[in-house]
């Protein structure tokens, strides 16, 4: 389309050179017949007249070669008949005299001629005009339909990405909302919890203080108990023993019932005595813990005949209530082990190890059942290690059996040993 504004300008001058001709030669026509001796210059002048005329119809064909050929056809046509016109008008003009020339004739032909070639032209140039103008509309109407799209487009894109950036804007703001009712809700769930821990460490604090004074007014109990029933009872056994075997004397034939009088008070007296010791072992008070549980380990072997070794170092470490918690902890163990551990051998040891004091309870017998193991004796085990500030560990034995081991934290700074 960039080169129609040019073929009108084509067009014009290539029409401008032709008739810029035909004057010529109609003009050099009319004054041949001055004089004879110009003749020779008028055709020299014609001739250089149709060499112009062929240049301009070659420059106007090279100019309409985008036209119709039925079109272009007859142009030439007319253009040719024309030029051999001229061309014997020429001839005529040399042969003939002017009286008798038959140019002037020809001259009349070749006017109506010039005049078809112009109401040709004019035609081409109404033709050529008419396609300008339709390009020219739809070249318009393609403008126009670019403008509509140049326009329209970018408004249909930039409402949809405002459209896309309000539904971003949106969307991150209902994440912003979602993200912070989130955090005040962790926020409040987590001052929640930091609460209800603060309760629950309180309400532990509470429930272990408690235990740990009921457990103590249950040792002060049966430190009392034991204390008066060592002391006042099996003085009573005592006394009632010296009385029985005095009136025995003084009753004549009563003498041979003494013996057997004798044993039941004994009786008795040992059986005070071991009341005594389970309430209150006098050892642990006195002589510490590795006493204490040695004297228990004898006394378990007597009493069930299991071979039982007690080996304990470093417990003058411990305080008297974690002395005392780890004594109830040995005892219950020993009696577990007597109740169901179809065991031959148990070993009680202690040491201090890497700032805590480990007791362990081993048997060699069947092991433990799994539901033993939420037992109402391991309950109150893991309760006393846990007063004592440690806790209790639940194992298999190297002979197979079952290793209750206690680990409190030991106070003293010291290293181990005594």
Same mark, same amino acid.
């Given at each position: 389309?960039?080169?129609?504004?040019?073929?009108?300008?084509?067009?014009?001058?290539?029409?401008?050179?032709?008739?810029?001709?035909?004057?010529?030669?109609?003009?050099?026509?009319?004054?041949?017949?001055?004089?004879?001796?110009?003749?020779?210059?008028?055709?020299?002048?014609?001739?250089?007249?149709?060499?112009?005329?062929?240049?301009?119809?070659?420059?106007?064909?090279?100019?309409?070669?985008?036209?119709?050929?039925?079109?272009?056809?007859?142009?030439?046509?007319?253009?040719?008949?024309?030029?051999?016109?001229?061309?014997?008008?020429?001839?005529?003009?040399?042969?003939?005299?002017?009286?008798?020339?038959?140019?002037?004739?020809?001259?009349?032909?070749?006017?109506?001629?010039?005049?078809?070639?112009?109401?040709?032209?004019?035609?081409?140039?109404?033709?050529?005009?008419? /396609?300008?103008? #339709?390009?020219? +509309?739809?070249? %318009? =109407?393609?403008?126009?339909?670019? *403008? !509509?799209?140049?326009?329209? &487009?970018?408004?249909?894109?930039?409402?949809?990405?405002?459209?896309?950036?309000?539904?971003?804007?949106?969307?991150?703001?209902?994440?912003?909302?979602?993200?912070?009712?989130?955090?005040?809700?962790?926020?409040?769930?987590?001052?929640?919890?930091?609460?209800?821990?603060?309760?629950?460490?309180?309400?532990?604090?509470?429930?272990?203080?408690?235990?740990?004074?009921?457990?103590?007014?249950?040792?002060?109990?049966?430190?009392?108990?034991?204390?008066?029933?060592?002391?006042?009872?099996?003085?009573?056994?005592?006394?009632?023993?010296?009385?029985?075997?005095?009136?025995?004397?003084?009753?004549?034939?009563?003498?041979?019932?003494?013996?057997?009088?004798?044993?039941?008070?004994? /009786?008795?007296? #040992?059986?005070? +005595?071991?009341? %005594? =010791?389970?309430?209150?072992?006098? *050892? !642990?008070?006195?002589?510490? &813990?590795?006493?204490?549980?040695?004297?228990?380990?004898?006394?378990?072997?007597?009493?069930?005949?299991?071979?039982?070794?007690?080996?304990?170092?470093?417990?003058?470490?411990?305080?008297?209530?974690?002395?005392?918690?780890?004594?109830?902890?040995?005892?219950?163990?020993?009696?577990?082990?007597?109740?169901?551990?179809?065991?031959?051998?148990?070993?009680?040891?202690?040491?201090?190890?890497?700032?805590?004091?480990?007791?362990?309870?081993?048997?060699?017998?069947?092991?433990?059942?799994?539901?033993?193991?939420?037992?109402?004796?391991?309950?109150?085990?893991?309760?006393?290690?846990?007063?004592?500030?440690?806790?209790?560990?639940?194992?298999?034995?190297?002979?197979?059996?079952?290793?209750?081991? #206690?680990?409190?934290?030991?106070?003293?700074?010291?290293?181990?040993?005594?």
């Amino acid at each position: 389309m960039s080169d129609l504004p040019r073929k009108p300008t084509g067009v014009l001058a290539a029409t401008l050179l032709i008739l810029f001709g035909l004057a010529l030669f109609v003009a050099l026509a009319w004054s041949s017949h001055a004089s004879l001796r110009e003749l020779e210059a008028v055709t020299d002048a014609r001739s250089r007249s149709r060499n112009g005329l062929l240049l301009a119809a070659e420059a106007l064909r090279r100019t309409l070669d985008d036209l119709p050929q039925a079109r272009l056809e007859t142009l030439w046509t007319l253009v040719e008949h024309r030029v051999a016109l001229a061309e014997r008008n020429i001839a005529d003009r040399r042969a003939y005299a002017e009286e008798n020339s038959p140019w002037k004739q020809r001259l009349d032909e070749g006017r109506d001629t010039m005049d078809r070639i112009r109401a040709r032209f004019a035609g081409i140039e109404a033709m050529l005009r008419a /396609e300008i103008e #339709a390009r020219d +509309r739809s070249l %318009s =109407a393609l403008r126009a339909h670019a *403008l !509509l799209l140049n326009v329209l &487009l970018p408004a249909i894109g930039g409402a949809l990405i405002l459209a896309a950036w309000g539904l971003l804007q949106r969307e991150r703001r209902r994440r912003v909302d979602a993200e912070a009712a989130l955090l005040a809700a962790n926020a409040r769930l987590e001052d929640t919890v930091a609460q209800r821990t603060v309760e629950l460490q309180r309400a532990l604090g509470e429930i272990e203080a408690f235990a740990h004074g009921l457990d103590r007014s249950i040792e002060d109990e049966r430190r009392r108990l034991a204390r008066e029933v060592h002391d006042q009872l099996g003085q009573l056994l005592t006394a009632l023993k010296m009385m029985v075997h005095r009136a025995l004397q003084g009753a004549p034939g009563r003498e041979q019932d003494w013996p057997q009088i004798e044993a039941v008070l004994g /009786e008795g007296i #040992a059986t005070v +005595r071991r009341i %005594s =010791a389970a309430l209150r072992p006098p *050892l !642990l008070d006195d002589l510490g &813990l590795e006493a204490a549980l040695g004297l228990a380990g004898r006394q378990f072997a007597e009493r069930t005949g299991l071979a039982c070794e007690v080996a304990l170092v470093d417990a003058g470490q411990l305080s008297a209530d974690q002395a005392n918690q780890l004594y109830r902890i040995a005892q219950e163990a020993l009696t577990n082990v007597a109740r169901h551990a179809q065991a031959r051998r148990v070993r009680v040891e202690g040491v201090a190890v890497d700032g805590e004091y480990r007791l362990a309870v081993e048997d060699d017998g069947v092991g433990m059942a799994p539901q033993a193991r939420s037992s109402l004796g391991l309950l109150s085990m893991r309760e006393r290690a846990a007063l004592a500030g440690g806790e209790l560990h639940v194992g298999s034995g190297a002979g197979g059996g079952v290793r209750i081991e #206690a680990r409190v934290p030991l106070i003293a700074t010291g290293g181990e040993g005594g």
